[in-house]
């Protein structure tokens, strides 16, 4: 059973920063693919990062320049630095581990306010 649990998440005002983190159980972290997507209120869940096993990254156009993802595998750990916060980044954001033959595993989210 894979668990996926994130933190990190808060009240940040625009402009400011937080980072999440997704501490991942079980064996082979780095083996497997690995994202955070976020959901807003009343909008469908979207991508925000993802990193491969090889360190391919991919960032949604909106986070570009502002955030960064990145993973340890030492530590079966997922993080995710925001910079620049936007009040639009306001979301629930969720730490995803895709494993090929088995799917998606999703944590439970952590929510992330931008306000002032």
């Known amino acids: 059973q894979v668990q996926l649990v994130e933190s990190g998440g808060g009240l940040e005002q625009p402009g400011g920063s937080l980072r999440l983190s997704c501490a991942a159980s079980?064996?082979?972290?780095?083996?497997?693919?690995m994202g955070w997507y976020r959901q807003a209120p009343g909008k469908q869940r979207e991508l925000v990062a993802q990193?491969?096993?090889?360190?391919?990254?991919n960032y949604a156009d909106s986070v570009k320049g502002r955030f960064t993802i990145s993973r340890d595998n030492a530590k079966n750990t997922l993080y995710l630095q925001m910079n620049s916060l936007k009040p639009e980044d306001t979301a629930v954001y969720y730490c995803?581990?895709?494993?090929?033959?088995?799917?998606?595993?999703w944590g439970k989210g952590t929510l992330v306010t931008v306000s002032s």
């Open positions: 079980g064996s082979q972290f780095s083996l497997y693919r």
């Open positions: 995803n581990q895709y494993r090929a033959f088995f799917g998606d595993y």
């Open positions: 990193i491969t096993s090889d360190g391919t990254i």
